[in-house]
């Protein structure tokens, strides 16, 4: 018979523990507690986490299914659907932020060096959201549509790892292009955007912080042609131009050049219309 530690056990023990105590101290995590600590919350949802638990009751129900291991498994308080339901309504939701933050700080350079496919030397960050449905009878809040509720979640990932280096949680209703206001752009990196995100005013100030973007046009956007540049053949590749935006408006917004690519998707045949203020990538 096996007497070493729980699997469950030794993934924990590489969570640095003192950084979460000072995220719980700074925000004064555990007071007025009784018996079921932010640690023990902090297990919880990491056990529903990495064993694909999908309610409270199917996570009381699996760790209360063997007592006599929860003390080696790290918990020290008592495991009950309601308890956790009141910890995770009442505590606040800033220990955890921060406590991600630390576990992305700790992620991030074990990726440093992971290839991403394509000879470029910067760090290239995806942007999207997904909409996560709500029962509008328990979350009257998160009113959606007229009979349904639901939340946003808006996540930047940094594609070595991958790894999620920011995520913020929104109203249903809030438009996608909004959360561009929120991020400090990273100098030199590049953020890949669908046309959800194209805003010529947002995209300068990205522009101006010294970061790149690639993202697709939508019909509709009027630009000028400046110089067209030679492509190689045998590619998908069909045109490469510097532009600038059309309209007056626009260029009050967006004042500098772009480049606009029109690619050829190999699968549908699709055309594919890109735009990026990066004008050194080889074509």
């Known amino acids: 018979m096996y007497h070493g530690k729980l699997v469950f056990a030794q993934i924990m023990e590489h969570w640095p523990a003192h950084e979460f105590q000072k995220c719980v101290t700074r ?8 018996g079921f600590s932010c640690h023990d919350q902090f297990l919880c949802m990491s056990f529903a986490q990495l064993t694909f638990r999908e309610s409270l009751r ?13 003390y080696h498994l790290g918990f020290r308080g008592h495991i009950a659907r309601s308890t956790v339901a ?17 576990l992305i700080g700790i ?11 394509i000879d470029l030397n910067a760090t290239v960050y995806a942007l999207d959201s997904t909409t996560i449905d709500l029962c509008l009878a328990v979350f009257p809040w998160a009113r959606f549509r007229q009979k349904k509720a639901a939340v946003k979640m808006h996540t930047l990932l940094d594609l070595r790892g991958p790894i999620p280096t920011f995520i913020q949680v929104s109203d249903g209703k809030r438009a996608d292009v909004n959360v561009l206001d ?11 955007m669908d046309r959800a995100y194209l805003d010529f005013g947002r995209l300068h100030a990205l522009h101006r912080a010294g970061a790149f973007f690639v993202t697709r046009t939508k019909a509709g956007v009027i630009l000028k042609r400046r110089y067209s540049h030679a492509v190689p053949a045998a590619t998908g590749l069909r045109s490469d131009q510097t532009v600038v935006v059309g309209t007056v408006g626009s260029v009050k917004r967006y004042p500098d ?24 990538i080889a074509r």
């Open 27 to 34: 925000y004064n995590g555990n007071y007025k507690t009784r």
């Open 58 to 70: 199917d996570i009381e129900i699996g760790l209360r299914s063997v007592p006599d291991k929860l």
């Open 86 to 102: 009141d910890a995770n309504e009442t505590r606040d939701w800033r220990i955890y932020a921060d406590f991600a933050q630390v």
């Open 107 to 117: 992620a991030r350079p074990m990726y440093a060096t992971e290839p991403l496919g």
């Open 182 to 192: 929120d991020i400090a752009f990273e100098p030199g990196a590049f953020y890949i």
């Open 257 to 280: 050049t772009l480049r606009r690519i029109r690619f050829i998707d190999p699968v549908k045949g699709t055309p594919l219309i890109f735009l990026t203020n990066n004008f050194e």
